[in-house]
C-alpha cells in the first residue's frame, strides 16, 4: 500500500497493488466529512483450481474500518478482463453506491451472447445501482467530481475526477508503458486518441492514478502515480508530439501481437454482472462458462 497526501480540499487516495493481476484498487477520502470512494477493487481467483479469496478485498475492508471511514461510492472504470472485481463483496461490508458508466449496456449485449447467457441475463446495467451519464457531477463527501466517458479500449471506460485527482482504468498507463489495447469487441484506437486528448484537457497539474502497472523493462519500482503534464510530454504512444494517424497504426499493429488476458474468462462474466458470480445450481456449487474458439 502507497500512500499519498494531499493539500486540504482535495482528497486524500490510498492505493492497494495486486501482484497476481498488477491491479491497484484506490481508496478516495475526503478528509473533513471521512467519507470514501473505492475505485477498481479485485477479487482474488486461483485459475488452476477455480477457487476466490478475499485477501486484496479484505486489506481494503481493514483500511475502511480502522480509519472509521464512511464508503459513498464503489467505482468501475469498465468491465475488467485481467481481474474479478470484488464490489458486491465490498458493498456487503461497507455499504456504498455501486456505479459504473452506462455504456457497460453495449459491453452487456456483445459479451451476453459470447456466454450465452440467454434472456435471463439482463442487459439494462441493473446490476449496478447507479450509472454516470458523459460529464455528470457527483461528490465524495464535500469534495467535487465528475465523470468522463473515454471509450477505446471497452466502448464503457470512464474516467473519475475527483478533486485533483485523475482516475484513469486502464485508458493510460504510466508514460513508459504507453496505453492500454483497443482489439476488445467494441474497442477502438481512434475513440481511444481522442479519449486521451480529453484527458489532456484537464489542467496540467491533475494527479493521474492508473489501474495497472506492468513494470517496463529497464524500471525496477511499480509506480501507479503522475500527472497530466507528465503524460503530455513523455507517454510513449500519446504525448503531444504523437499524432493520431500514428497511435491508431501503432496501437492496431501492436495489438495483433497480444494475447489474451489469462483471466478474461472468468472476467468478463462475472465483471459485466457487476461483480456477481453465477447462482449456484441444484447441486450447491456455483459454474462459470468457457467459451471455446471465442476469443
Request: glycine residues 6%; aromatic residues 10%.
Amino acid at each position: 500500500m502507497k500512500n499519498f497526501s494531499t493539500s486540504s480540499g482535495t482528497p486524500i487516495v490510498h492505493s492497494f497493488f495486486d501482484d497476481a493481476t498488477n491491479t491497484v484498487s484506490h481508496v478516495i477520502v475526503d478528509k473533513t466529512t471521512q467519507k470514501c470512494a473505492i475505485i477498481d477493487t479485485v477479487l482474488d481467483y486461483e485459475p488452476n483450481a477455480a477457487k476466490i479469496s478475499f485477501i486484496s478485498a479484505d486489506k481494503i475492508i481493514n483500511f475502511v474500518q480502522k480509519n472509521n471511514l464512511k464508503t459513498q461510492w464503489i467505482l468501475e472504470t469498465h468491465a475488467h478482463a485481467d481481474h474479478l472485481s470484488a464490489a458486491p463483496y465490498i458493498q456487503q461490508k461497507l455499504g456504498g453506491t455501486l456505479a459504473i458508466g452506462e455504456h457497460i449496456k453495449k459491453v452487456q449485449e456483445v459479451f451476453g451472447k459470447v456466454f450465452n447467457f440467454g434472456t435471463e441475463f439482463e442487459r439494462d446495467a441493473s446490476q449496478f445501482d447507479h450509472l454516470f451519464k458523459d460529464g455528470e457531477t457527483f461528490k465524495v463527501g464535500n469534495i467535487e467530481a465528475k465523470a468522463l466517458h473515454t471509450p477505446g479500449h471497452t466502448p464503457a471506460d470512464l474516467v473519475y475526477v475527483i478533486g485533483d485527482a485523475a482516475f484513469v482504468g486502464d485508458t493510460l498507463f504510466m508514460p513508459d508503458f504507453g496505453t492500454a489495447r483497443c482489439d476488445f469487441p467494441g474497442g477502438s484506437a481512434e475513440e481511444m486518441y481522442a479519449s486521451v486528448q480529453k484527458i489532456y484537457t484537464l489542467p496540467d497539474e491533475t494527479r493521474i492514478f492508473l489501474c495497472h502497472d506492468y513494470l517496463p523493462e529497464g524500471r525496477t519500482e511499480y509506480i501507479w502515480e503522475t500527472t497530466v503534464a507528465e503524460q503530455k510530454k513523455n507517454n510513449i504512444h500519446v504525448a503531444t508530439n504523437k499524432d493520431q494517424a500514428d497511435f491508431i497504426k501503432m496501437r492496431t499493429e501492436r495489438d495483433t501481437k497480444l494475447g489474451m488476458p489469462k483471466l478474461i474468462i472468468p472476467s468478463i462474466q462475472t465483471n459485466i454482472c457487476a461483480g456477481n458470480l453465477p447462482q449456484a445450481e441444484e447441486n450447491g456449487t456455483q459454474y462459470l462458462k468457457v467459451p471455446i474458439n471465442k476469443f
